[in-house]
């Protein structure tokens, strides 16, 4: 089953930029989808399609997607931005999901 | 606009069953498939399974297959999960998110607001 590796936490200092990795055999070939989890709440879409934001995300959010490692890129971090954050992809193989670990970001 | 309105919390003993429902609205039911996604305290998303709304087609993960039961009402817009003989470690958030996307490249771009289920003896 494919497996995809993020980082358990990333820490950074308001209005400097976060990046968060995730990890997956020739994941530059798939789909890379992100999902943001506020403490107490249920996910919420920011990133689609490697680098697509859905409606209401801010353009401080921003993907990428290549080789064997996707990045979710978050400029200008505020407070607000601090919550867990998972990547998926579609495993065609299996027909399902798969999501990354997440990897908790901790607005310093 | 789109919204998944998951049941609410549930508390029951081991070997019980429970179900849940996330009743959708704002969109063609229809068109959409929805996935099972549950969260035990503390960890991350676990994917259970999806079903497609239209026809009633299931892929479980091979950890929950035959012990889990995911099942739509088309009419009435609402997807349901029934999880049988539940154990301690059943305890968690559970999810309903609907599929977006291409066959295959599936992302979930709503998700219902979680129902927490509790198994305590």
């Known amino acids: 089953s494919y497996v995809l590796t993020q980082p358990p936490s990333v820490s950074v200092a308001p209005g400097q930029t976060a990046r968060i990795t995730c990890g997956g055999n020739n994941i530059g070939s798939k789909s890379v989808h992100w999902h943001q989890q506020k403490p107490g709440q249920a996910p919420v879409l920011v990133v689609y399609?490697?680098?697509d934001r859905p409606l209401g995300i801010p353009e401080r959010f921003s993907g990428s997607n290549s080789g064997n490692t996707a990045t979710l890129t978050i400029s200008r971090v505020e407070a607000g931005d601090e919550a867990g954050y998972y990547c998926?992809?579609?495993?065609?193989?299996?027909?399902?999901?798969?999501f990354g670990g997440g990897t908790k970001l901790t607005v310093l | 606009q789109v919204q998944l309105v998951q049941s609410g919390g549930e508390v029951k003993k081991p070997g019980a069953s429970v179900k849940v429902s996330c009743k959708a609205s704002g969109y063609t039911f229809s068109k959409y498939g929805i996935s099972w996604v549950r969260q035990a305290p503390g960890q991350g998303l676990e994917w259970m399974g999806w079903i497609t709304s239209y026809n009633g087609n299931t892929n479980y993960a091979q950890k929950f297959q035959g012990r889990v039961t995911m099942s739509t009402d088309t009419s009435i817009s609402t997807a349901y999960m029934e999880v049988k003989s539940l154990r301690s470690d059943d305890t968690a958030n559970y999810y309903c998110?609907?599929?977006?996307?291409?066959?295959?490249?599936?992302?979930?771009?709503?998700w219902g607001q979680g129902t927490l289920v509790t198994v305590s003896s």
């Open positions: 998110a609907r599929h977006q996307g291409d066959y295959g490249d599936y992302c979930f771009d709503y």
């Open positions: 399609d490697d680098s």
């Open positions: 998926q992809v579609w495993d065609s193989s299996g027909d399902h999901p798969v």
